[in-house]
């Protein structure tokens, strides 16, 4: 598995406007609140999906990917790896652009379908890192 490099990265991140995030907790105190919330403040637009979540951050919340009525420029992803199959299923659908995991989410077959399908595949990376690495 071989992410993008960081300049690739810093294009994806230059280029989107809005990130479906999920699994997003609407808990200030766990991991996907406080990097959303980064991003959100960062000036993209965060569309939560969790179906146990009716608003998060501000924005209405999705059941699934599928739910969301527009296009998505990044699905990030704050799931544990094995729930990352089905997720990339619901991926395809939408026909988003970026599919990117969080740390230590990881799946090599998922990365290996993704990509080998043209989709820009970022796994076990922190997207409020990298934005603040590559700002």
């Not at 300049?7 to 808990?27: C, M, W």
């Not at 105190?29 to 637009?45: D, F, H, I, P």
Request: proline letters at 5%; glycine letters at 4%; one cysteine or more.
């Amino acid at each position: 598995m071989n992410n993008p490099s960081r300049e690739e990265i810093k294009e994806v991140l230059d280029n989107a406007k809005t990130i479906a995030v999920v699994g997003l907790s609407p808990n200030p105190n766990r991991t996907s609140y406080m990097v959303s919330e980064a991003m959100q403040k960062a000036g993209y637009r965060i569309i939560p999906v969790n179906p146990a979540a009716d608003e998060v951050l501000g924005e209405k919340s999705y059941a699934s990917l599928k739910d969301i009525p527009e296009r998505v420029d990044i699905v990030n992803v704050f799931r544990r790896s094995e729930f990352l199959e089905a997720l990339a299923e619901e991926f395809i659908e939408i026909d988003s652009p970026v599919f990117w995991t969080q740390l230590n989410v990881v799946d090599e077959n998922v990365f290996n379908r993704l990509s080998g399908l043209g989709y820009t595949v970022i796994m076990d990376r922190c997207i409020k890192v990298e934005h603040a690495i590559l700002k």
